[in-house]
């Protein structure tokens, strides 16, 4: 593949990005937005008030706070990616590179449907280091494994905090849908440990070279869990620190317990399918669990401010990472004749 080749890919998936689909998707994102307003009995006069006094200082910690997820997340990938020896060109990325991996691939998440930006993290990685795109999906399936275990700790100990209260007690869906996702993956992980050789063998040579590289990326992934598995709560907690802040920068009270609850709701909220980033949805569903213990036009402050930090930041420094991601690709030097064969490595 020719340096121009691998940047025409590059162009033709950031496109995809901008597709009639797409901006359908945002369409509909703002429709169920305006229903919200207009049919709800929101105090707009409350809401901007409450926006108006917010303390600057604290909503800025909000954002700095929000942003070391992704070098939190990113130095997890970094470490998974050297467990599954999905390095490129005979290095590994560096911590900066692959926090803005990351930031690109929620970029990415945030304006298409199903959570695929992280399916293009791995294809930008390849990208700009011909780093084996098996093994890397594989890292990929791993994260979301161990997210989906963290999301359901916080989620409990959040539950647990709130239960003290019945008052502000949530509904325990939330919690039943994260255990369902925790038998869900790790009951897949297992399947593909055990039966892989065997199903392994019903596959044509060149599905079954690239689905064992997926399955080695994925295992491997795993070494030095304890590791991998802290990083990833500390990115989890840096998104709790941002709603935290934001709650501060209000000056509004809201248990701990709750801000638990929300953030990691928040996260399972995005990845309905029915908005890009889960637009329109997640800004109900925050609203709806504050109002546990808010005021209604005080929980839509909170969860606008929230959503300035987590959605409209991440759109608008996603662009500036995607520009540069293109100019990585087109820099990027003549591969070596093996760079084509990683796809299947």
């Known amino acids: 593949m020719e340096p121009n080749q691998s940047s025409h890919s590059s162009l033709s998936l950031s496109r995809r990005f901008l597709s009639v689909p797409t901006l359908i998707s945002f369409i509909v994102a703002g429709a169920l937005l305006l229903f919200l307003a207009t049919q709800s009995s929101v105090d707009l006069t409350a ?41 490129g060109e005979g290095s590994l990325l560096t911590q900066l590179t692959s926090a803005r991996l990351m930031l690109l691939g929620w970029f ?19 990208e700009e280091t011909g780093a084996p795109l098996a093994r890397s999906m594989g890292t990929i399936l791993s994260e979301r494994v161990m997210d989906i275990i963290v999301v359901f700790l916080i989620l409990l100990t959040g539950f647990m905090f709130l239960s003290l209260d019945p008052e502000t007690r949530p509904s ?55 590791v991998v598995m802290l990083l990833g709560l500390l ?6 620190g941002r709603l935290y802040l934001v709650v501060q ?16 709701a928040n996260a399972l909220l995005s990845a309905v399918p029915l908005t890009p980033g889960g637009l329109g949805v997640v800004e109900a569903g925050i609203t709806g669990l504050l109002m546990l213990s808010l005021a209604q036009s ?9 959503r ?24 990027r030097k003549s591969p070596n004749n093996g760079w084509r064969q990683n796809l299947s490595r």
């Not at 303390?55 to 990616?81: D, E, K």
């Not at 019903?202 to 599905?207: D, T």
């Not at 990115?235 to 709790?240: D, F, H, M, P, Y």
């Open 298 to 306: 005080d929980a839509i402050s909170v969860a606008l401010l929230d």
């Open 249 to 264: 920068a209000t000056g509004l009270e809201v248990g701990i317990g709750l801000v638990m609850f929300v953030t990691v």
């Open 108 to 126: 990415a998440s945030s304006i298409t449907w199903f959570r695929l930006g992280d399916a293009y993290r791995a294809y930008a990685y390849y």
């Open 172 to 226: 325990n869906v939330f919690l039943q849908v994260g255990f369902l996702l925790v038998v869900v993956f790790l009951t897949l992980i297992l399947m593909m440990q055990l039966m892989w050789k065997r199903g392994s063998r019903f596959l044509p040579g060149m599905i079954r070279s690239r689905y064992a590289a997926f399955h080695e990326g994925t295992m491997q992934s795993f070494r030095t869990f304890p």
């Open 47 to 87: 809401t901007w008030q409450t926006l108006r006094n917010s303390n600057i200082a604290l909503f800025v910690a909000a954002a700095l706070v929000h942003y070391t997820t992704f070098f939190f997340r990113g130095a997890r990938w970094r470490l998974m990616l050297h467990n599954a020896e999905a390095t």
């Open 308 to 331: 300035s930090i987590s959605y409209v930041s991440v759109i608008i420094l996603g662009i500036v990472s995607l520009i540069y991601h293109r100019r990585v690709v087109a820099r």
């Open 235 to 240: 990115g989890w907690l840096s998104e709790v």
